[in-house]
């Protein structure tokens, strides 16, 4: 059984992650469509997913992204600065749930979440260069690219471009 929804918005739900959906984030966490474009390198055992959930919300947000009863990705705000202002969004969707429109429509839930109730000033993301979805999510919610980070990342044996986004609260609409 789920526990009780957080956000919820026309398609999705976002809620806290649950013991039972270990297996679920594990089974997708070790899916190279999943973990390349998050720059997950090692291999997650149950245990470690039931770790994370565990300590899931000590720091930040994190949210898994439901259809119904059934989770499909997680979202969350990260990398909080209450002083600042300031927080980093991520998310990831299992393949099966990709081009629905739930990332989009999850960003734009924690987003407003992020702005009206914990009153950030900014929300900042980045995305691979060859995670074209990822970004297209960002630049519909509002995001503007505010610059490229030249080969920072090595994925999959090579060197990869970082895009980072940002988003105003005095923007967001």
Known sequence: MPGPAFLEGEQITLRP????????????????????PI??????????EA???????EEGVSLLICVGDDPVGTIGLSDVNELWGRAE???????DAWGEGYATEATELLVAYGFDQRRFNK???HAFAFNAASRRVLEKVGFVEE??????AFIDGEYVDIHSYGLL?????
């Open 17 to 36: 992650p649950e013991k039972e959906d270990v297996e679920f984030l594990a089974r997708n966490m070790n899916d190279p469509r999943v973990r390349r």
């Open 39 to 48: 720059a997950s390198v090692g291999p997650l055992s149950t245990d470690d």
């Open 51 to 57: 770790e994370w959930v565990e300590g899931a919300n």
């Open 89 to 95: 969004i991520g998310y990831w969707l299992a393949p």
């Open 123 to 125: 929300v900042v993301a």
């Open 147 to 152: 610059g490229v980070h030249r080969k920072e």
């Open 169 to 173: 609260a005095d923007e967001y609409e």
